[in-house]
């Protein structure tokens, strides 16, 4: 039996799928990774026992949280 299907390079490389996110997901995915080890670095600024000043308890994760609402809305958003 002969095959018919031509799996040559060509045609396999324009089947392929585009990637799934645009340029724009992926640069504001790296901004939001930035801002969540910011917030994590804040957190280590804290001179207060326990980490438990205004750095380590309120600013600190709060940017953190920023930046996991920040990628959460960059993985939804549209091409």
Do not use: H
């Not at 799928?17 to 930035?34: D, H, Q, W």
């Amino acid at each position: 039996m002969k095959n018919t299907t031509n799996n040559t390079p060509t045609e396999q490389t324009g089947n392929q799928e585009a990637l799934p996110f645009g340029k724009s997901n992926y640069t504001l995915m790296i901004v939001g990774i930035v801002l969540i080890f910011a917030g994590f670095f804040i957190m280590t600024l804290d001179k207060e026992e326990f980490g438990f000043g205004f750095l380590g308890i309120t600013l600190g994760p709060a940017i953190a949280f920023i930046g996991f609402i920040f990628q959460f809305y960059t993985i939804f958003k549209k091409k």
